[in-house]
């Protein structure tokens, strides 16, 4: 009779089996990424521009764009596009961030070839009209109202742009003016200089054909068109511990961040930060969790997060809580740094830690599209799909000094930016 008093064993996982990924280049620049596995009929082509706001002329040009390529190209309007999508049965999502922008198209296998002629279309031919763009600022405005509603959405637009500053293309927060400002040549300057070949990745994942692909290149594969080589601007502000508390009617609880400017995930410290992090706050069993959740009651959730874009990055410490726990959070998290800073942290636990990770990475490789996503994240921070094994290795032999070590280095109250939005 099975004994439920005993858990199961655990084993240590020391490597990952990476499936199948191919990565090369069309004839015009184009980086391709293809994932050609799965049971099902289905794909995922998802096509990606070095367009996001690092190149902007322009506030909030690459959201405006990459939001109006599906609404109206060539000799179709918005609900013509819409139509047609709807009659394959498929879905098409545009979005931007910091550094690029996407499309991404979800249909049946089957029905790619037929819809890769509208993707192109998007691409080759997007009108930008101004009555789309008059339903994009009203919609988006709206949006951005309502999540000025929310304490933990003004934390975070406060220390992101004392981090990296308020006129960085990180640091930025868009305004209702910034939406008011945009206009039909704002959008084309931008789609003209920044969507090329030259910077243009597109991964394929699900049941491929070869039909399939040849009919992508040569849409795809074939036309050159170069961009504006647009230089970075450096982050240029040194704030290191100021400490902000603003007032809001919006909620009952304080929404709490503190947090610095990191580094990228191509820095030699990544993956040692990459460990501390999780141990301080990164997952459930975090030491953030167990002490201030668990163990004080001060809040539901905490957590820790490093958010690494192509070339900056910052870690910042997150939760929501009532008003008078704010300064026992802040003391809290404060001390549960040193003591990262002062004990090594015990072999069970990293062992513990090692394990949760290489459990993520697993879940990160099984399925097409999750496979996709994993290859997405290396590639277009200048890595390749197999560096992974580079990362697993360091994992495996992460010790607990290098890591008093790390906490040691950039572990630091002094630097850290405070945001605590309070109710009135």
Known sequence: MLNRKIGPVSHTIH????????????????????????????????????AGRTVEDHRLASRAVSSLLKDGCGHKSSAQVSEEIDYYGASIKTASNLDFSFTSLH???KHAESLLPLVYEMYESPLFLDDELAKFKKLNIQKLKEELTKNEVITYRQITEE??????????????????????????????????????????????????????????????????????????VDVNNKKYHLK??????????????????????????????????????????????????YTYDIYSSVDQMVYDGCFYVSTEAAPEYETPILNEIYRQMDILKQ?????????????????????MLDGPMNLASFAK?????????????????????????????TAQKYFDESKMIEVVVSPI
């Open 15 to 50: 490597s990952l089996v990476i499936p199948d990924i191919e990565v090369f280049s069309w004839s015009n620049g184009t980086k391709v990424c293809v994932v050609n596995q799965g049971s099902q009929d289905i794909a995922k082509i998802e096509i990606i521009h070095k």
């Open 107 to 109: 249909t049946l296998t």
């Open 163 to 236: 981090i990296f500053g308020k006129d960085h293309a990180y640091g930025y927060n868009s305004t209702e003016d910034d939406y008011e400002q945009l206009d039909r040549s704002i959008l084309l300057q931008h789609y003209r200089n920044y969507y090329g070949t030259d910077n243009c990745f597109v991964f394929v994942s699900g049941k491929i054909t070869n039909t399939m692909m040849s009919s992508l290149e040569n849409y795809f594969g074939k036309d050159q068109k170069t961009t504006i080589k647009k230089e970075y601007s450096p982050v240029n």
């Open 248 to 297: 809001s009617a919006n909620e009952h609880q304080s929404a709490i961040k503190t947090g610095m400017r990191l580094f990228t995930k191509n820095h030699p410290d990544h993956t040692a930060f990459f460990m501390l992090n999780t141990i301080f706050g990164g997952y459930f069993g975090s030491r953030l969790m167990s002490s201030i959740r668990e163990d004080l009651g």
């Open 343 to 363: 004990d090594l942290v015990p072999e069970s636990e990293l062992k513990m830690v090692k394990n949760y990770l290489m459990g993520n990475f697993m879940n």
């Open 377 to 405: 994240s290396m590639i277009l921070t200048g890595k390749l799909p197999s560096d992974l094994h580079t990362l697993v290795s360091e994992i495996n032999v992460m010790t607990s000094e290098k890591i008093m070590q």
